[in-house]
């Protein structure tokens, strides 16, 4: 618990010097007179002598560690291997008053920490931990959930940094702020690092900034924050820190396995990371997460144009105020929704949510896939899936645009379904089953008769600066109707006749059969699917086989 740098702080305002490695940072569980035979030391024990015992111990038996009072002058070349491990005090002082110097900064820490194992006992809250802290640290810290709401602060030490300041004014930190955040990228540095994170002064803070980060389920749930405004940062204090963060985390794991929303967020996050598969398991741990097991769900999977940027946390925080009755899971820059509906029609109140999240979505620069509807939550994974992939391809084929050249009433009655950022796995599963179709160990719309006629049928338009390509999709998807092919098109329906007819003589094909039509709608879609592809992995090139307006 009391670590190398704890000690040499303790002894820093007297002269002295140390021969401890730069890279090993060693943990004493307490301190000892050296005693008379090497058979009675520990590995974590700091002994105190003078050091001409030490050094004498220490060449007879290597690997521990002394704290000594100078006795005899040394040749730090020549007794470089005997020194190792050593901590010297230059001081004309007795052996016993160094280990009463030390012993009295160990007995502080202990009592602290003492106080804080018993207030857990006593099932404290971040603020009695905050307030215990306060004379070791006498710094001003803080509290955070992942949405920046202030939680615990320490009332006795006063903040002295402008965003602190204003912090404390709101009890959150402002939009500004975290603005600042965002370009400093602090958001993914925190994603990334484990352990405490330290910030010198400068664009955010004036003074130095010691944090860490709670997690749970992979989550960032609850930062801890020391302004260094008052008592300088060392390498002490970092320790210090870390054993003060080794008790916060033992209250924020009780709180979350207490929470109900944490059990659900344990239940899901198990599901969708493949951990768990079994219905049975699945349907006891629902009942206690308060989930239905068997109902009407759709998912929803919601992922940032820019993840640096994003705090998450504040997302999640409004995103409930809009789907109070959804259990809602962040799992790293994605934000995972499970609805549960109580009524028939899903489609319409799924819409109805949507429509009400297209301002936040458009606020955080995000994007959300949207599920089919599923009625047992075992099917959550599969759902998941989907809401990725309509999420995944939305955005692909939106690179399309309007690759028929299409005038825009037409392009418009024709193109996917979308609204915004919000993609349908119901839009795209068309063209999944194409991608899969083209993309495993056989390519199953490799030369076929229908994409060597459409290419044709598009070669010829190129050629003779005819829309036969347009008339012909314009066909298909009015169903055979020539007056609808034609109100589309600008087009009298005899007009459309008279094309169709010239269509099925160039191409050979009787478009009343049924399976002819539908081959070549999927050719249409195959040939969108691949521009999609092109335009969304190698940007900037023009289609190559785009067809002119006639």
């Given at each position: 618990m009391f670590t190398k740098n704890i000690v040499l702080e303790a002894l820093q305002q007297y002269r002295g010097s140390h021969y401890l490695s730069k890279s090993v940072n060693p943990v004493f569980r307490w301190l000892s007179m050296l005693p008379d035979s090497p058979d009675e030391m520990e590995c974590d024990i700091l002994y105190i002598c003078l050091l001409s015992k030490a050094i004498k111990r220490n060449t007879e038996t290597p690997g521990?560690?002394?704290?000594?009072?100078?006795?005899?002058?040394?040749?730090?070349?020549?007794?470089?291997?005997?020194?190792?491990?050593?901590?010297?005090?230059?001081?004309?002082?007795?052996?016993?008053?160094?280990?009463?110097?030390?012993?009295?900064?160990?007995?502080?820490?202990?009592?602290?920490?003492?106080?804080?194992?018993?207030?857990?006992?006593?099932?404290?809250?971040?603020q009695q931990l905050v307030e215990l802290c306060e004379p070791i640290f006498n710094n001003f810290i803080s509290i955070f959930d992942s949405a920046y709401s202030l939680l615990a602060y320490t009332k006795n030490i006063t903040c002295r940094d402008p965003v602190n300041i204003?912090?404390?004014?709101?009890?959150?930190?402002?939009?500004?702020?975290?603005?600042?955040?965002?370009?400093?990228?602090?958001?993914?540095?925190?994603?990334?690092?484990?352990?405490?994170?330290?910030?010198?002064?400068?664009?955010?803070?004036?003074?130095?900034?010691?944090?860490k980060w709670c997690r749970y389920g992979g989550e960032l749930r609850l930062q801890v924050v020391m302004e260094c405004s008052q008592t300088p940062m060392s390498l002490a204090s970092v320790?210090?820190?870390?054993?003060f963060m080794g008790h916060i985390e033992i209250c924020f794991l009780r709180q979350q396995r207490t929470n109900p929303s944490q059990i659900y967020s344990s239940l899901l996050t198990e599901m969708l990371n493949g951990d768990l598969d079994n219905p049975f398991i699945i349907a006891e741990r629902?009942?206690?997460?308060?989930?239905?097991?068997?109902?009407?769900?759709?998912?929803?999977?919601?992922v940032f144009e820019d993840n640096s940027t994003i705090l998450v946390g504040r997302f999640v925080q409004e995103l409930m105020t809009y789907l109070p009755k959804a259990k809602i899971i962040a799992l790293k820059y994605e934000v995972i929704v499970l609805n549960i509906y109580n009524q028939q029609r899903i489609k319409k109140q799924s819409l109805a949510n949507l429509t009400k999240l297209t301002s936040l979505l458009e606020k955080y620069d995000a994007m959300c896939g949207v599920s089919e509807e599923f009625s047992s939550l075992a099917e959550l994974k599969h759902a998941y899936t989907q809401a990725t992939r309509a999420q995944t391809l939305g955005v692909q084929l939106r690179t399309l645009g309007n690759y028929w050249s299409f005038d825009r009433d037409v392009f418009e009655a024709t193109a996917i379904e979308r609204n915004g950022n919000i993609f349908y796995y119901d839009n795209v599963f068309l063209y999944l089953s194409l991608h899969f179709a083209q993309s495993g160990s056989f390519d199953a719309f490799y030369n076929t008769f229908y994409n060597r006629t459409l290419k044709k049928l598009i070669e010829y338009d190129k050629e003779n600066h005819t829309r036969l390509v347009q008339v012909l999709y314009a066909y298909l998807v009015t169903e055979r109707r020539p007056t609808a092919a034609g109100k589309l098109l600008g087009m009298h329906r005899n007009s459309v006749l008279y094309h169709v007819s010239h269509i099925e003589e160039i191409t050979e094909i009787d478009l009343n059969d049924y399976w002819a039509r539908l081959k070549l709608s999927l050719a249409f879609h195959f040939f969108e699917l691949k521009e999609s592809n092109r335009l969304f992995y190698t940007p900037g090139g023009d289609s190559s086989v785009k067809s002119d307006k006639g």
């Amino acid at each position: 618990m009391f670590t190398k740098n704890i000690v040499l702080e303790a002894l820093q305002q007297y002269r002295g010097s140390h021969y401890l490695s730069k890279s090993v940072n060693p943990v004493f569980r307490w301190l000892s007179m050296l005693p008379d035979s090497p058979d009675e030391m520990e590995c974590d024990i700091l002994y105190i002598c003078l050091l001409s015992k030490a050094i004498k111990r220490n060449t007879e038996t290597p690997g521990y560690y002394y704290a000594c009072i100078r006795d005899i002058f040394t040749d730090e070349a020549e007794d470089a291997q005997a020194l190792a491990g050593v901590i010297v005090i230059n001081e004309i002082k007795e052996v016993s008053w160094l280990f009463n110097v030390i012993q009295k900064r160990f007995l502080e820490i202990s009592s602290w920490v003492g106080k804080m194992k018993d207030a857990l006992i006593d099932h404290c809250d971040y603020q009695q931990l905050v307030e215990l802290c306060e004379p070791i640290f006498n710094n001003f810290i803080s509290i955070f959930d992942s949405a920046y709401s202030l939680l615990a602060y320490t009332k006795n030490i006063t903040c002295r940094d402008p965003v602190n300041i204003a912090m404390l004014e709101k009890g959150y930190h402002s939009d500004e702020t975290l603005q600042k955040f965002r370009d400093r990228k602090r958001f993914e540095v925190y994603e990334h690092e484990q352990g405490v994170v330290i910030s010198p002064p400068g664009v955010i803070a004036q003074c130095e900034i010691v944090t860490k980060w709670c997690r749970y389920g992979g989550e960032l749930r609850l930062q801890v924050v020391m302004e260094c405004s008052q008592t300088p940062m060392s390498l002490a204090s970092v320790d210090l820190f870390e054993i003060f963060m080794g008790h916060i985390e033992i209250c924020f794991l009780r709180q979350q396995r207490t929470n109900p929303s944490q059990i659900y967020s344990s239940l899901l996050t198990e599901m969708l990371n493949g951990d768990l598969d079994n219905p049975f398991i699945i349907a006891e741990r629902a009942k206690a997460a308060d989930i239905p097991f068997s109902g009407r769900f759709n998912t929803y999977r919601i992922v940032f144009e820019d993840n640096s940027t994003i705090l998450v946390g504040r997302f999640v925080q409004e995103l409930m105020t809009y789907l109070p009755k959804a259990k809602i899971i962040a799992l790293k820059y994605e934000v995972i929704v499970l609805n549960i509906y109580n009524q028939q029609r899903i489609k319409k109140q799924s819409l109805a949510n949507l429509t009400k999240l297209t301002s936040l979505l458009e606020k955080y620069d995000a994007m959300c896939g949207v599920s089919e509807e599923f009625s047992s939550l075992a099917e959550l994974k599969h759902a998941y899936t989907q809401a990725t992939r309509a999420q995944t391809l939305g955005v692909q084929l939106r690179t399309l645009g309007n690759y028929w050249s299409f005038d825009r009433d037409v392009f418009e009655a024709t193109a996917i379904e979308r609204n915004g950022n919000i993609f349908y796995y119901d839009n795209v599963f068309l063209y999944l089953s194409l991608h899969f179709a083209q993309s495993g160990s056989f390519d199953a719309f490799y030369n076929t008769f229908y994409n060597r006629t459409l290419k044709k049928l598009i070669e010829y338009d190129k050629e003779n600066h005819t829309r036969l390509v347009q008339v012909l999709y314009a066909y298909l998807v009015t169903e055979r109707r020539p007056t609808a092919a034609g109100k589309l098109l600008g087009m009298h329906r005899n007009s459309v006749l008279y094309h169709v007819s010239h269509i099925e003589e160039i191409t050979e094909i009787d478009l009343n059969d049924y399976w002819a039509r539908l081959k070549l709608s999927l050719a249409f879609h195959f040939f969108e699917l691949k521009e999609s592809n092109r335009l969304f992995y190698t940007p900037g090139g023009d289609s190559s086989v785009k067809s002119d307006k006639g």
